[in-house]
């Protein structure tokens, strides 16, 4: 069974069997006893198993499992291949991670016959390797790796939202990792965030909306809108921004969302940042928190008259984590958590875990029900100094010789 195999066969079938094709392929190369791949849904909280195309029942909620304190969270978080002796049937369980430079899509799982030695571990790396790649190549085409990701049904306002997020929430690279994380109010809120990697360049944007519901949703869709299509066009930020404020003014109906945008030049590391109206930004460095304290312009459309958007410098030095949130994230149910040392307890995470923690900690001093959106990017820089990811060592490839069968969950791999 090779790499290129796999991809042909996946390529052969319809989109929505791709993977139980591929699936199918290992169980009878290995003489499993059953092979399924698990999506993570949209909270990162839980994972859905996707079985054969024929057994899917689409018509139904997806049925979550969720993670904590199983194996599966401990394979995701660890981002290394673990395997599990069972006394059932004298089988053996191998659970391996499906992730893509460093978004954790979602799990490849096996019961073998007997242990599998360096041979067989490498194998199944590989596979699961391939179908992240896979799920990648093929969720544009059917609505299936969308329904297992959804564990209960979104609003209209929710679906929106979801649809104005990268289609993959974290991102690893030689000089930096990003990660964002977003959990709806009971009422959407029109929270979004967003990245993209150039040439020379990342830039990471997070908007808030405001209202709820549809209009929030509209309004989200509007300024993420204005700012994709001036990135595009290769504007800086100055001239994103005041795209952005036009097009709320234009066209947002009286509405505004708040802002921030960065960029980071991958060249020499200089960054760049414009700030409207949205709450400040925290840098860890060191293992201390630090405010970040801009000078602070207009949320875009908020005047009648254009605004003018000053572009800012940020000091980023390699090692440094960088916060970037909503202010769901200081709603007044969380007045009494302290988000500096929560930052602080999970530097030894890697920013999509990181990411997933501060929203469950918020979440959690809410009692499960926010009054608006919280969502929180991000990003650890690690530097210029270094243009090309080691991917043999990345999260998104496991070339270990054996599974791992304990340790702590890894940092950026």
Known sequence: MTLAGALEAAEAAAPVESLDVVARMLKDHLGAASVSFLITDFTGSSVVRLGAADSVETGEPARRIPLRGTLYDDVIRSQQPQVEHRGEKGLVRVVAPVTNRGDAIGLLELFLPAAPGAEVMREICETAHALAYIVI?????????????????????????????????????????????????????????????????????????????????????????????????????????????????????????????????????????????????????????????????????????????????????????LVMLTDGMLERNAENLDLSSLIVGTRALHPREAARTLIKAIVDASHGHLDDDATVMCLDWHGVANSERDAAHGADLTEASQPSTTGPPAHTR
């Not at 990660?179 to 990471?204: K, M, N, S, W």
């Not at 994709?228 to 036009?246: I, K, S, T, V």
């Open 137 to 321: 190549a093929n969720r544009s085409h059917t609505d299936v790796y969308q329904w297992g990701r959804r564990t209960k049904p979104l609003s209209l306002a929710a679906e929106i939202q979801h649809r104005l997020l990268p289609a993959s929430l974290a991102c690893e690279a030689a000089q930096f990792a990003v990660a964002g994380a977003l959990e709806p109010a009971d009422h959407v809120g029109g929270d979004t965030f967003d990245y993209v990697i150039d040439r020379d360049t990342v830039q990471l944007s997070v908007t808030d909306a405001m209202g709820h519901d549809v209009d929030a949703a509209l309004l989200a869709t509007l300024v993420v809108g204005a700012l994709r299509r001036a990135r595009r066009e290769g504007a800086d930020l100055a001239e994103q921004a005041r795209q952005a404020d036009r097009a709320m003014r234009d066209h947002g109906r009286s509405g505004y969302v708040s802002g921030q945008l960065l960029r980071i030049s991958l060249i020499d590391g200089d960054t760049e940042f414009v700030n409207a109206g949205h709450p400040w930004p925290l840098r860890m460095r060191d293992g201390q928190i630090q405010e970040v304290v801009p000078k602070v312009d207009l949320p875009f459309g908020l005047s009648a008259q254009p605004n003018t958007y000053r572009v800012q410098t940020l000091d980023l030095r390699p090692g440094d984590r």
